[in-house]
């Protein structure tokens, strides 16, 4: 695959590589932002199997999910947080029209994020305790 700068209509034509990059560093201001907050962050995990296993060792209020892990949705997970009655939130630069309909009333924020909604709307989350 090849990147060239100004290319029309190349929106996300950049190497795999470099879109990895850009969600490692995404991951990492967003575990940053929310330790500065006062957040014990667990992850981010950049695999389902990952979050999963995570999801089931460790012990949390909330999450944040992002749609798309590595190319693999990761709606099994929300289905599992679900039926925990964990609450959650997605991340992700999905609209919800691509989401599937039963997914549609959880939150979403959208990517970038802004820091301050971000916060607001888990604190408003963790007092609700529950991702509708």
């Given amino acids: 695959m090849e990147y060239r700068p100004g290319n029309a209509g190349s929106t996300n034509r950049r190497p795999a590589r470099l879109r990895g990059e850009d969600e490692f560093l995404l991951g990492l201001a967003l575990e940053q932002d929310l330790q500065a907050a006062g957040c014990v962050v667990i992850g981010p995990f950049r695999r389902l199997a990952q979050a999963q296993e995570a999801a089931r060792r460790e012990t949390f209020d909330l999450a944040i999910l992002d749609i798309n892990l590595a190319g693999e949705p990761v709606y099994p997970l929300a289905e599992e947080l679900l039926a925990r009655g964990t609450p959650f939130i997605f991340m992700s630069g999905y609209d919800t029209a691509d989401m599937p309909e039963r997914f ?8 970038p994020y802004d820091q301050a909604h971000l916060l607001q709307e888990l604190r408003g989350l963790q007092a609700r305790g529950g991702s509708e």
């Fill in 104 to 111: 549609r009333v959880i939150r979403r924020l959208p990517k």
